[in-house]
């Protein structure tokens, strides 16, 4: 995939999630993609959680406060821990729509920066926390 800001390549893997836009209207849906590529020379298994429940969201308004979560998002990140096992061949990437607005409060008028890291267990049992380079969005009236 072309024209993706990736975040650190770590142990074979690097992470990019973009927005289809910049500005939201309250309550419209904000849905981020999520792009996860296998840059190593093999196939690489990693961990699969439910639904959106292995994606890490950190959005932060322009003050730096922290934004809350829904009760779907608390929900899917006490879920965090039922996973099972998949793989991406060498080269390959997986691609994944994240509902940012159903997980995060996003009532709020104003600017966001969002920064979504996903945690990868390889086979051996080593853990990397892959991060996503931060987009910028602003929630509008």
């Known amino acids: 995939m072309t024209g993706l800001e990736w975040g650190e390549t770590m142990g074979g893997w690097r992470l990019a999630a973009t927005l289809d836009r910049a500005t939201f209207v309250v309550e419209q ?17 990693f961990e699969v959680a439910a639904a959106d429940a292995d994606t890490i969201l950190d959005c932060r308004r322009t003050d730096g406060a922290a934004v809350a979560a829904t009760a779907l998002g608390r929900g899917l990140d006490a879920r965090r821990a039922d996973r099972s096992r998949a793989s991406v061949a060498a080269g390959q990437t997986l691609v994944r729509e994240v509902s940012v ?6 009532t709020l008028p104003g600017t966001y920066t969002l920064t979504i890291a996903r945690e990868i267990a390889a086979a051996n049992g080593d853990r990397t926390l892959l991060t996503s380079r931060s987009v910028h969005f602003e929630v509008t009236l």
């Open 101 to 106: 607005s159903q997980r995060l409060d996003l």
């Open 29 to 45: 849906p904000v849905v981020a993609t999520v792009v996860l590529q296998n840059t190593s020379a093999r196939e690489q298994g």
